[in-house]
Nanobody, 114 residues
Framework: QVQLVESGGGLVQAGGSLRLSCTAS????????MGWYRQAPGKQRDLVAL???????LYADSVKDRFTISRDGAKNTLYLQMNSLKPEDTSAYYC????????WGQGTQVTVSS
């Protein structure tokens, strides 16, 4: 059974930084992509950043030049370095792993105070 465990969320002041981690375990198979999504209360879950097995990355316009997605294949761990955080980045952040099916983590809360 595949499990994704996120960590690194918390409370930070505007302008600060956080690094999220997501570690996958279980019988994983071939990973096509991994990514981060976020969802605020009452809103839909939106893409933040995605990294493909080729290394190509994709970012939401709102986080370009502030967030960096990376992956350590040996550790099956995905990262999201978040810099210059803004109050509008406040949300629950979810890790996604795309294999033959999609797997989601349980989410980690990021709160940015003004």
């Amino acid at each position: 059974q595949v499990q994704l465990v996120e960590s690194g969320g918390g409370l930070v002041q505007a302008g600060g930084s956080l690094r999220l981690s997501c570690t996958a375990s279980g019988t994983i198979g071939t990973i096509n992509a991994m990514g981060w999504y976020r969802q605020a209360p009452g809103k839909q879950r939106d893409l933040v950043a995605l990294i493909y097995s080729t290394g190509r990355t994709l970012y939401a316009d709102s986080v370009k030049d502030r967030f960096t997605i990376s992956r350590d294949g040996a550790k099956n761990t995905l990262y999201l370095q978040m810099n210059s955080l803004k109050p509008e980045d406040t949300s629950a952040y979810y890790c996604l792993m795309v294999t033959l099916q999609n797997y989601w983590g349980q989410g980690t809360q990021v709160t940015v105070s003004s």
